[in-house]
């Protein structure tokens, strides 16, 4: 398995669409074929490797989503509010990222292991709250977030950079003398980030995506514990990640409910439900260690995650977003 | 999750009358109803039917041997009765709609479509069944079942061949699909899970298949991975009689009243060992199974259906007595009631760390008593010289319903009421 999940990289091809509104092709379905041999190719490769190919993909190619598609207008006037929202709620994400992510540098750079690792889960707070968003820029997910294939995941991985190699210093090697590179490459990245905000063009289509490629996003990695293997606070990104999913519908919801009422009661109720779920595993201000759920419980988590991306997949459908 | 209708049909192609849900005989489906009314291709096989949801009992456990087969365990995450009714209610009405070849609506380019389309628009007739069983754990004390357990229901054992991974047994639901490829089975699979997300969730699952070779009175239809001739003495699923005494749990039989018509399932993933097997001389395994390997006839005799005759072999000079098919069918009177009706299939899953093919037999037995029928069977044969090249790896014991007799009814009714 690639450390660059496929989710992961339908949402780079997702970017590939948005950020490619000026893209000189006018064939749409060349522009299809380009892009899945971009990602498939990307899926077999190496964790490193696939992850620039992905990036590769959303730099060449568009995906399925035609140029008047991505010009991202919109006739009803409660969606285009709602992307306006969620333009202003990544931005401010993105920006604080930044921030946190410096706090949790730092103490790599300052050698201090402890403060490290209480600054791990909190620097990838805002991240995983607009991973799918995020990743539409560059190439950041692939140099920020990309693990260690399961294979060679007791071994050092040189190629991986990011907080996920940052985590295996931390908490594997317990030595963080040779991590500073790492730390000063992950605020590069993350300045890049923060420098891409402004050729963003978030379209209705990438908020409700967005929120059910979160949701994804946890019944793929998180709830199987692969996300972070090393420190098992998987459940910090996964409530990030659903925080993020219900920032994004709950902006969409003035919109769904006027298009299907019924859709939007759903998600409300799935959405409490998700919270109720999370809340035995909290933890003062933070979350518990995922080696701390049962089997079983993590079986109701992937019932309940699995149910709610099912719902939010008819989001674009209830709005006729394309 | 969409609530919206289905766009309905109604073409069952079963043969004749045997179609009509509900009617006391409807249990003699599957390969008799394909038989007389369905045209047989080239090959002498019986061209693939649609065959019936509802009846007195699960189409699936008497249907004939099928090409491609897979069974998905579940764990149910439900709060209470009312959620566990509602699963059952919503699989019900999935089994219908993909038996029955039922299109789903197209809901135009926004939406996801409602079904994978790996079958195209139409699905065709494929012997599709979907067969629901619950296992032990669903009467601990999370419903508050327990009163209604089937009684001789318990969560499998180690046995002392047994290798057991527990995470490929047991389960609360055990979905069985068997179709004429692996397509149709994928293709149901996926669409009883997008159904049922929010409440279940795969504890294990095994995939597998059946060669088929036109159908001959008394003849073994099927190969098992070990080269023999599998099933030749097995119950005949068309007998109403048969099934009467041997599978189905009847009243009078101290089961709660919602098992009647309903059958216990055994469920052993039996892994071959099949480079030692291969290694193995001929003769000895000829001695092992019982059975002449190439004409699948009793050591000692012509023809496949000829009688082993172990009256006439005490000391087992002809078929040892040893010999798996003796220890498991030895026919005398007092083995009578121990006849189970078997409906496995061969299964594939690569290859093992040490390099060694990971494959070998889903067995699957159904019977009206567990006691007297898998168990007692099992309880024959453990020790037995196969066991040198076998040993069970998963499964568990389950109970299958009683089918559905008309439409807005649903599995599990009786149980849940």
Redesign the interface.
């Known amino acids: 398995m690639p450390s660059t999940t496929t989710r992961r990289l339908a949402a780079v091809a997702i970017a590939a669409g948005l950020l490619m509104a000026g893209c000189a092709k006018d064939d749409g379905s060349a522009t299809r074929t380009d892009c899945s041999s971009g990602s498939s190719a990307a899926g077999g490769s190496s964790a490193a490797g696939g992850s620039s190919a992905a990036g590769g993909a959303s730099a060449d190619c568009g995906t399925g989503i035609s140029k008047d598609d991505v010009a991202g207008s919109t006739d009803d006037p409660l969606v285009q509010k709602a992307v306006d929202g969620y333009q202003t709620y990544v931005e401010e994400q993105v920006n604080g990222l930044v921030t946190d992510t410096k706090v949790f540098t730092d103490a790599v750079r300052a050698g201090d292991v402890e403060a490290a690792k209480a600054a791990y889960p909190t620097s990838r707070q805002r991240w995983e709250r607009i991973e799918p968003i995020a990743a539409l820029i560059g190439d950041t997910d692939g140099a920020v977030d990309s693990r260690a294939e399961d294979g060679v995941k007791d071994t050092e991985s040189p190629e991986v950079t990011g907080w996920h190699q940052l985590e295996y210093d931390l908490w594997v090697k317990g030595d963080i003398a040779d991590s500073k590179d790492l730390a000063d490459g992950l605020d590069d990245e993350l300045q890049k980030l923060q420098a891409g905000l402004p050729d963003l063009k978030i379209t209705p289509l990438a908020v409700a995506k967005g929120a059910s490629e979160l949701i994804e996003e946890v019944s793929e990695g998180k709830i199987t514990g692969e996300e972070d293997r090393y420190s098992h606070t998987d459940l910090w990104d996964l409530n990030a990640n659903v925080e993020g999913a219900k920032e994004a519908t709950t902006l969409l919801q003035p919109a769904i409910k006027k298009a299907d009422p019924d859709l939007a009661k759903k998600l409300d109720t799935a959405f409490v439900e998700a919270d109720e779920a999370l809340a035995p595993y909290k933890d003062g201000n933070g979350w518990k260690s995922y080696e701390d759920v049962s089997d079983s419980d993590r079986d109701a988590l992937k019932a309940k995650f699995s149910a709610l991306a099912e719902m939010l997949g008819d989001v674009p459908g209830a709005l006729k977003l394309s | 999750?969409?609530e919206q209708p289905r766009i309905s049909r109604r073409k069952f192609v079963v043969g004749g009358g045997a179609g009509v849900a509900g009617l006391a005989g409807a249990a003699a489906l599957g390969w008799n109803a394909g038989k007389d009314e369905a045209p047989a291709s080239a090959d002498g096989l019986p061209a693939p039917v649609r065959l019936p949801f509802h009846g007195t009992h699960q189409t699936g456990i008497t249907s004939h041997a099928p090409a491609a087969a897979l069974m998905a365990s579940f764990?149910l995450?439900a709060d209470n009765r009312d959620e566990v009714r509602a699963v059952f209610k919503a699989l019900t009405e999935e089994f219908d709609t993909l038996m029955s070849g039922t299109p789903v609506p197209d809901?135009?380019?926004?939406?996801?479509p409602l079904d994978t389309g790996s079958l195209g628009t139409n699905p065709p007739p494929a012997d599709l069944t979907l067969t629901l069983a619950i296992g032990a754990s669903m009467f601990d004390d999370r419903f508050g079942l327990a009163a209604r357990k089937p009684r001789e229901l318990f969560t499998m054992t180690k046995l002392a061949n047994d290798r057991l991974d527990q995470t490929r047994c047991h389960g609360d639901l055990l979905v069985n699909i068997s179709g004429d490829s692996p397509d149709v089975c994928l293709f149901a699979l996926r669409q009883v899970m997008?159904r049922t997300?929010?409440?279940?969730?795969l504890k294990w699952m095994v995939e597998g298949f059946n060669r088929r070779e036109a159908p001959k009175p008394g003849k073994a239809q099927v190969r098992n991975l070990l080269g023999f001739k599998d099933g030749t003495a097995n119950l005949d699923p068309s007998s109403d009689a048969l099934m009467g005494e041997h599978v189905w749990v009847a009243q009078g039989d101290g089961e709660p009243a919602w098992a009647v018509g309903g059958s216990y399932q055994a469920v052993r993933i039996i892994r071959m060992l099949v480079e030692q097997w291969d290694r193995a001389q001929l003769g000895e395994q000829e001695r092992i199974i019982g059975r002449v390997k190439a004409s699948g006839a009793p050591l000692g005799e012509q023809d496949e259906t000829d009688d082993p005759d172990y009256e006439d072999d005490p000391r087992g000079d002809r078929i040892p007595l040893d010999a798996h098919i003796r220890l498991a069918n030895p026919r005398t009177k007092a083995t009578e009631k121990n006849k189970i009706l078997r409906r496995g299939f061969s299964y594939s899953r690569g290859f093992d760390p040490a390099g060694r093919l990971d494959q070998g037999l889903a067995f699957v037995s159904f019977q009206r008593s567990l006691d007297d029928g898998f168990l007692a069977v099992q309880d024959r044969l453990s020790g037995e010289p196969l066991e040198e090249y076998i040993r069970a790896e998963g499964g568990g014991y389950f109970f299958a319903f009683p089918g559905v007799q008309r439409k807005g009814a649903y599995l599990g009714q009786a149980l849940l009421a």
């Open positions: 999750m969409s764990n995450v809901r135009g380019e926004h939406y996801p997008r997300r929010a409440n279940l969730v």
